[in-house]
Every structure is written in C-alpha cells, then in structure tokens.
C-alpha cells in the first residue's frame, strides 16, 4: 500500500485571555489534555527568555496520547507580565509513523500577531511526507545524543539557539515512532526538569562542567550522530526502526541497537556469536526486541530481515543457550524452516558447530538437528572436515544414507554400532563390507553370521578387488544352509565371481540345492568359455549332476562337459577344479585320466538306458572313444585296461 504524499497536523493557540488558556484549536480535547497542554505551554518556570527569543517542547498528552510540540515565545504586548504565545502542533501516532523528517514541523510555527489573529489556528495543516529540513550541527548532535541516552544533561556554553534546535529535531526524526512519543525535551534551560526525565539543558560557562566533558565519545555515538545528521535514509535508520519497535525500554535500548547494528553490518557470513550473546544479554525478556531475536535466527523473510542471521556455524550454541522455542520466539516447525533453508556450506558449518556444545541437548537443539539430518546428503556427510561425533549422530538418525556411505571413514566399533540401525539390505551389505575388510573379531564374526546372505555377497566382491582380510575364508561355509538358495543370485554375473563365491563355500555337495537350481540361478555360460573360473564352476555343476543322476541333468552336462573335456585335454584345467573333479568321477587307478573318466561316466549312463546322444554330440570324440561309450562289448577291449574288480561303474 502505498503512503500518502502529505500527513495532516492538527493545532492549537494557547496565550493570555484573563489568564493563559486555549485561545484556539483545529480538534477538540479532553479536558485532561487541555490542562496539560495549559500548563506546560505556560512559561517554564526559572527561564530566561528575552523579547527576541523562543524555545521549543515536546512531549506527549495523557488521554490521547497525541504528541504535543509547543513553540513558545514571549508576548510583552499583553497586559500582564510574562504572558507567552504557544502554537502547539498536535502529532497523532500515525503521524509519527510515517513522517520521514520531523525538523519539517519548525516551518509550520506561527507566533500570532496578536489577540484577534487567532482565526488560523483552528484550520488543520498539512506537511508534505518527504519533506527535508536543513542538515544540524554534528557538534550539537553529539551532545545530544551522548547526553539523552545516557540520562544525562545537555551542557552548553550558551544559551540554546536555533541551529541547537534543529540539532533536536534531527535527533528526534531518527527515533522510531514508539521512542519518538516518549522523547520530551525543552530547548531552554529552567528551574524544572523535564517531565518523565526527558533531555534536559543546562547552561554553564564552564566548559569542563557535565558528566561526559573530557572523555572520548564511544562508537556508538559516532555512529548515531553520523545517522542523525544524514540527509539520507541510512541503513542505521532502517535498523532502529524495524528492530527498536518492540522493545521494552526503548530509550536505554538505543545504544545497544546502534552496537548490534554495527556489528552486524561488518558480518559477512553472519552474526557473530558473540553479537548474538550481547543481543540475549541486553534484552533478556522473551517479548523483548522479539523481531531482532526472530530475524537472529533467520526466521523471517530475507526481503523484510535487515540484520543477517546468526553464523551456521554458532547455531548450535546459541540454540542450546537459548530456549527459543519455550520462550515463544519460534515455533518448532519455524526453527525447522530455518535449517532447511541453510545451503550444503551452511550445513557443514551448522554440523560442525554440534561439537561444541555438550549433551544432554536442549529441546531447541534437538529440534535443528532433526531438520539438518534430513537436509544432509552422503557428500556432505563424508566431508573431511565434519567430525566425527556429527558424522555418526547424522547416520543413525539418516540411516539411508548407509546404502551410499563411504564406510572405509568408518572405525570397526563405529560400523558394528550403525549396522544394527540400518534400515536396508544395501545399507547393511555397504557396512558388511567395511567389516570383511578388517581382520575378523568375536563381535565382526557374530554380526557376519547374523547377516550371512549379505555378506557372503560381499565377501565375493571383496575378494574379486583383493581386499578381503585374512581370516574370513573358511567362515561362509559354516552358513550354507542360511546362505543358499537364495545366495546363488549373488554368484551370477561372471565366472571369476561364480567360482569365488563357490571357493567361500567349499564347494558344498550335500545339502546344497539341485544342479538344476544352480545352472538356473548362475545362467548359462557362453559355449567358448575356456577359463580357469569356468572350468571351477563346471567342475561343481559336474559334481552336482552326478549327485542328482545323469537321467535328470542331460541338458546341464551337454554344456558343462565338452568345456570341462577340453580343459582336461588341454591340462587348462584350474586346481580347483582338477581336486572337484578327482573327488567327484569315478575311479579305479591312477592310469586314468580325467578324460577317460568323464566318457565313463557317459558309458555307465548308456548302459541304463539313458540317452546321452545330446552330450556325446558335443564332445567331438574319437571312434574308439564312440565305440566305447556306446559299446556293449566288455572294457578290455578298450583303451581300459584296468581291472573291473568291486568296481560300481
């Protein structure tokens, strides 16, 4: 909404008729205000006001806490001695509110030229909003504001005059409306001091006379003074004006205002702790300065904020110092907000900031945790320079952020306490990782077993990149029965993983799941794969083949033994497969090679009447070979010449 151009003035006359009273007014006044403003625009008592002198009040009316500002002069035309004239200017609270320059008002005081000339001064005036009085005295300005403030009296060398004035009036346009209604003030010196302790003068030839004569002026002073005597809207100013509405003492909170402020217009990344400690100290009252303390905490829009929020990094200290949210400057949910609304920087600063305060949390804390924990990511979590308390406080209240942490940042304590808040298999496999890459213990080994499917899984990736320690070989096979069936999926993808993964086991026969199972599960390897690693697996499949009968697994021998024939052939076979096949064919003699005792075992499946034509077909054997694994003639007649004695094949 925009502001008017030009604010309304009401008026009034005060002089001598039979006594001095209202001799004329634009708006009509209770009579408690009436015999205020009768008798404080009577001569002050003890002033030495000559013919050619005037002198200005203000101060603020009982009933309609209407502002009066009072021009006085002398009226020696009048009958009666010390009979004064009185223009009083009648400023409502909007008014003072938006009036930018107050020094303006000066313009609008008229002494009447005498009794009958009383007619004007029951019309309302009119005072342009934007208005600009001429720049005061720096001089004056400094007396004042030093003096004010500190309730203590103006001292001057002489008598007040008009550049003091507009001194005063600079000092009074800087206040915020609600210190602008309470500042009373006269500009002459009497017997009688202001009302309600307002600024005071006093004149003295002695120039060393007064409370501050001599010493340095603080910054604060200078500060406000270079404010008061701007022709400008500084940014000062804006400060006292959105943060000093709603504090308690106004006029002994203005110093400590112009401190923060200053101090706040030197952060770059924010408020300093030690700011935020002086705002708490000063205005120790929950209702008190509440919108600087909510901007303190970031709680308001950036467009209507004037002093940066506390540092990420001194969050959490001022949180835990301050129960913010008991004392009703913030709501949960506000202070939540807050946090979520730091950049992935902040947040690092903000986390770093939890190992400085000590537990148990206050409620305030516990709350911005919450909220930084879900702002988090796995990057901003593995930075080097988040500690590590934070670090393991974050993962357990963001345990999804396991599935992707890198668990090597980890200590083994660290990783057996995550792993039981892990809420997923990835994220427990990633720490069963970290656990397999460290020497076994009691409690590794323990968790391991809890876990054997998922670590068997990473036990092979483990061992295919070389880093699984020493220690953890012999311990999968104890958990067959807990790892498979549902294991064999994760031996698929590679023979090199399929023969390691069988390596961990042992290479189980009984109890193991039907060849069937496991040709289905590893999926079909390619017809030309001559690896050591595949001649290990189909070694196994081999062994399983004769587990569950020749009859029942034709289709698995047709791929697995024309590979495992030509590495036997070949002598390409792995060790490992070498040992299953020589624990698995039957034999009788160590003339036999692997190769006549894998066509025995197709020569006793013939001769029960199992069709092995789809194997043999495969196989690329010699006659001799056909005729003897087809044959029906006796096996000394081959290239067997062995005996047959308690033989079962």
Same mark, same amino acid.
């Given at each position: 909404?925009?502001?008017?151009?030009?604010?309304?003035?009401?008026?009034?006359?005060?002089? &001598?008729?039979?006594?001095?009273?209202?001799?004329?007014?634009?708006?009509?006044?209770?009579?408690?205000?009436?015999?205020?403003?009768?008798?404080?625009?009577?001569?002050?008592?003890?002033?030495?006001?000559?013919?050619?002198?005037?002198?200005?009040?203000?101060?603020?009316?009982?009933?309609?806490?209407?502002?009066?500002?009072?021009?006085?002069?002398?009226?020696?035309?009048?009958?009666?001695?010390?009979?004064?004239?009185?223009?009083?200017?009648?400023?409502?609270?909007?008014?003072?509110?938006?009036?930018?320059?107050?020094?303006?008002?000066?313009?609008?005081?008229?002494?009447?030229?005498?009794?009958?000339?009383?007619?004007?001064?029951?019309?309302?005036?009119?005072?342009?909003?934007?208005?600009?009085?001429?720049?005061?005295?720096?001089?004056?300005?400094?007396?004042?504001?030093?003096?004010?403030?500190?309730?203590?009296?103006?001292?001057?060398?002489?008598?007040?005059?008009?550049?003091?004035?507009?001194?005063?009036?600079?000092?009074?346009?800087?206040?915020?409306?609600?210190?602008?209604?309470?500042?009373?003030?006269?500009?002459?010196?009497?017997?009688?001091?202001?009302?309600?302790?307002?600024?005071?003068?006093?004149?003295?030839?002695?120039?060393?006379?007064?409370?501050?004569?001599?010493?340095?002026?603080?910054?604060?002073?200078?500060?406000?003074?270079?404010?008061?005597?701007?022709?400008? +809207?500084?940014?000062?100013?804006?400060?006292?004006?959105? &943060?000093?509405?709603?504090?308690?003492?106004?006029?002994?909170?203005?110093?400590?205002?112009?401190? +923060?402020?200053?101090?706040?217009?030197?952060?770059?990344?924010?408020?300093?702790?030690?700011?935020?400690?002086?705002?708490?100290?000063?205005?120790?009252?929950?209702?008190?300065?509440?919108?600087?303390?909510?901007?303190?905490?970031?709680?308001?829009?950036?467009?209507?904020?004037?002093?940066?929020?506390?540092?990420?990094?001194?969050?959490?200290?001022?949180?835990?110092?301050?129960?913010? *949210?008991?004392?009703?400057?913030?709501?949960?949910?506000?202070?939540?907000?807050?946090?979520?609304?730091?950049?992935?920087?902040?947040?690092?600063?903000?986390?770093?900031?939890?190992?400085?305060?000590?537990?148990?949390?206050?409620?305030?804390?516990? +709350?911005?945790?919450?909220?930084?924990?879900?702002?988090?990511?796995?990057?901003?979590?593995?930075?080097?320079?988040?500690?590590?308390?934070?670090?393991?406080?974050?993962?357990?209240?963001?345990?999804?952020?396991?599935?992707?942490?890198?668990?090597?940042?980890?200590?083994?304590?660290?990783?057996?306490?995550?792993?039981?808040?892990?809420?997923?298999?990835?994220?427990?496999?990633?720490?069963?990782?970290?656990?397999?890459?460290?020497?076994?213990?009691?409690?590794?080994?323990?968790?391991?077993?809890?876990?054997?499917?998922?670590?068997?899984?990473?036990?092979?990736?483990?061992? +295919?990149?070389?880093?699984?320690?020493?220690?953890?070989?012999?311990?999968?096979?104890?958990?067959?029965?807990? *790892?498979?069936?549902?294991?064999?999926?994760?031996?698929?993808?590679?023979?090199?993983?399929?023969?390691?993964?069988?390596?961990?086991?042992?290479?189980?026969?009984?109890?193991?799941?039907?060849?069937?199972?496991?040709?289905?599960?590893?999926?079909?390897?390619?017809?030309?794969?001559?690896?050591?690693?595949?001649?290990?697996?189909?070694? &196994?499949?081999?062994?399983?083949?004769?587990?569950?009968?020749?009859?029942?697994?034709?289709?698995?021998?047709?791929?697995?033994?024309?590979?495992?024939?030509?590495?036997?052939?070949?002598?390409?076979?792995?060790?490992?497969?070498?040992?299953?096949?020589?624990?698995?064919?039957?034999?009788?003699?160590?003339?036999?090679?692997?190769?006549?005792?894998?066509?025995?075992?197709?020569?006793?499946?013939?001769?029960?009447?199992?069709?092995?034509?789809?194997?043999?077909?495969?196989?690329?054997?010699?006659?001799?070979?056909?005729?003897?694994?087809?044959?029906?003639?006796?096996?000394?007649?081959?290239?067997?010449?062995?005996?047959?004695?308690?033989?079962?094949?």
């Amino acid at each position: 909404m925009s502001l008017p151009e030009n604010l309304e003035v009401e008026q009034a006359l005060y002089g &001598y008729s039979e006594g001095h009273r209202q001799l004329a007014s634009s708006i009509n006044l209770p009579s408690k205000d009436v015999y205020e403003l009768s008798m404080r625009s009577d001569l002050t008592p003890g002033a030495n006001l000559s013919e050619t002198k005037s002198y200005i009040s203000g101060f603020q009316l009982p009933e309609t806490r209407l502002y009066a500002l009072i021009k006085t002069w002398p009226a020696p035309e009048m009958p009666r001695p010390g009979c004064v004239w009185s223009h009083v200017l009648l400023l409502s609270r909007s008014f003072l509110s938006k009036q930018v320059n107050l020094g303006v008002l000066e313009g609008l005081f008229r002494r009447p030229a005498g009794p009958v000339d009383v007619d004007t001064y029951n019309l309302t005036l009119k005072v342009r909003r934007m208005a600009k009085s001429p720049a005061s005295s720096r001089e004056y300005a400094t007396k004042i504001i030093s003096s004010y403030y500190r309730n203590e009296p103006v001292v001057l060398n002489d008598t007040p005059n008009e550049a003091f004035e507009r001194a005063v009036f600079d000092v009074w346009s800087q206040q915020w409306p609600r210190l602008r209604s309470e500042f009373s003030f006269r500009t002459v010196q009497s017997s009688e001091s202001v009302r309600d302790k307002g600024l005071t003068l006093k004149v003295s030839l002695n120039a060393r006379e007064g409370a501050g004569a001599g010493r340095p002026e603080q910054a604060w002073v200078e500060a406000a003074v270079k404010d008061a005597t701007s022709q400008t +809207i500084t940014s000062l100013r804006r400060f006292l004006w959105r &943060y000093g509405k709603d504090v308690a003492a106004p006029r002994r909170s203005f110093p400590h205002l112009v401190e +923060i402020h200053e101090a706040s217009s030197q952060a770059r990344s924010g408020i300093a702790f030690a700011v935020a400690e002086q705002v708490l100290a000063q205005f120790p009252k929950a209702s008190d300065a509440l919108t600087l303390k909510r901007d303190l905490l970031g709680v308001s829009l950036p467009a209507l904020a004037i002093m940066p929020r506390a540092r990420p990094s001194d969050m959490f200290r001022l949180l835990a110092k301050w129960h913010a *949210i008991d004392e009703g400057v913030v709501e949960a949910d506000q202070l939540s907000r807050v946090v979520a609304s730091f950049d992935k920087h902040d947040l690092i600063a903000m986390a770093q900031g939890l190992n400085e305060i000590e537990q148990p949390f206050s409620r305030e804390v516990e +709350i911005a945790m919450d909220a930084l924990v879900a702002m988090l990511d796995v990057d901003v979590v593995e930075a080097t320079n988040l500690c590590q308390p934070i670090k393991l406080k974050v993962l357990k209240r963001r345990p999804d952020l396991l599935e992707t942490f890198d668990v090597k940042l980890l200590t083994p304590p660290e990783v057996l306490d995550l792993i039981s808040v892990a809420s997923s298999s990835k994220a427990i496999s990633n720490l069963l990782r970290r656990i397999l890459s460290l020497p076994p213990s009691q409690k590794a080994s323990a968790t391991v077993a809890e876990h054997a499917e998922l670590a068997f899984g990473q036990a092979i990736n483990l061992s +295919i990149s070389g880093d699984l320690a020493e220690g953890w070989e012999g311990m999968f096979e104890q958990f067959v029965g807990d *790892i498979l069936p549902h294991g064999i999926a994760t031996l698929a993808g590679g023979s090199d993983r399929a023969a390691l993964g069988l390596s961990l086991l042992d290479f189980p026969i009984h109890g193991s799941p039907s060849a069937a199972v496991w040709d289905k599960g590893l999926g079909d390897a390619a017809n030309d794969d001559r690896s050591q690693d595949r001649s290990t697996v189909d070694a &196994y499949l081999l062994g399983l083949c004769l587990r569950d009968g020749v009859a029942q697994t034709i289709p698995i021998l047709a791929k697995t033994l024309p590979r495992l024939r030509y590495m036997a052939v070949h002598n390409m076979l792995s060790s490992g497969a070498r040992a299953l096949l020589e624990r698995h064919l039957p034999s009788i003699g160590e003339r036999w090679d692997l190769n006549k005792r894998m066509l025995k075992v197709l020569r006793k499946a013939n001769r029960d009447a199992i069709d092995v034509s789809s194997v043999v077909s495969q196989l690329s054997l010699t006659d001799e070979e056909l005729s003897y694994v087809f044959g029906d003639d006796d096996e000394k007649n081959h290239f067997f010449p062995l005996p047959r004695l308690f033989w079962p094949w």
